[in-house]
């Protein structure tokens, strides 16, 4: 079936949607973690990088508006969705185990560069964000040098906002109906073998 490039760019501000209502909801819960890049990996998992990038970039500079430091992590998100993509053609997120591995990838843009960009945001010393309720802490129990403790933290809460994403990107992708996924750039990678040769 022949490719749908409107529907694939149909899903960008669905994608945007998502990382908002996720993102707004972990912070009204005050959890030391994002949950805000799961449009971004799902609209790259199924329509490629550039419509990822624009979901993850969109994202940001929205919520640029009521915090403009957000804007700094922008290319973050953008980050994620080049490797969500890669990963889709590779066909990671059709297995759990692979899906559950690719956190790591996620959480290493997300904690160790996010926390250098952390780092140089508030002049060489902790942020004042989500992951400090763990930086703090981490940095009185263990008096390690502060950007270390900068460093570990933000990968620690990464890494469990990264394992929850991924799980949740993971059973969405396997809920799309395989008209639907037909129709999209990468969509092909998501239909079983079975429901192809019925197509067929």
Known sequence: ????????WFLVPIGVAVN???????LMLRLPIYLDCAGTIIVAALCGTWPGVIVGLVSNILNAITDPGTLLYAPLNMAFAVLAAY??????????????????GFAFIGGVIGALITWARFGFD?????????????YAATGLPKFICQIIGEFLCDLLDKVITVVVCYFILKAFPTRFLSKLPLGDIYISDEAKALEE
């Not at 908002?20 to 972990?26: E, H, P, R, S």
């Not at 990963?87 to 790591?104: A, D, E, H, R």
């Not at 902790?126 to 981490?138: A, I, Q, R």
């Open 126 to 138: 902790f942020g004042s964000g989500t992951t400090s309720v763990v930086v703090l802490p981490l």
């Open 1 to 8: 079936m022949k490719k749908d490039n409107k529907l694939a």
């Open 20 to 26: 908002f209502i996720f993102g707004t909801l972990v």
């Open 87 to 104: 990963l889709s053609k590779k066909g990671v997120f059709k297995k759990f185990v692979p899906t559950l591995i690719s956190s790591l």
